[in-house]
């Protein structure tokens, strides 16, 4: 796996209440989900991204607010017009 590294100021752990893992953690989620919602990757690849199964990325995308799908309302509905 790849590593990259973030500086961040001397007081963000404190500041955010976390350790470095946790934040490292929420941080890949972070991005995971917004690469999500802008299409750029899958739900599969959001969730390797975010270190979790698919199932758990769903769960985090809800709980985030984000939607689960990728298709808007009016793209499913012209594919079941389709069907």
Request: some cysteine; aromatic content about 4%; hydrophobic content about 45%.
């Amino acid at each position: 796996m790849a590593q990259i590294l973030i500086e961040l100021p001397d007081d963000t752990f404190e500041a955010a209440r976390r350790g470095p893992r946790d934040v490292a953690r929420e941080m890949r989620l972070a991005l995971a989900i917004r690469w999500y919602e802008r299409g750029v990757v899958s739900q599969g690849k959001g969730a390797e991204i975010a270190g979790m199964t698919r199932s758990e990325f769903i769960d985090a995308l809800a709980e985030a607010g984000a939607s689960v799908s990728q298709e808007t309302v009016c793209e499913i509905e012209e594919a079941l017009r389709l069907d």
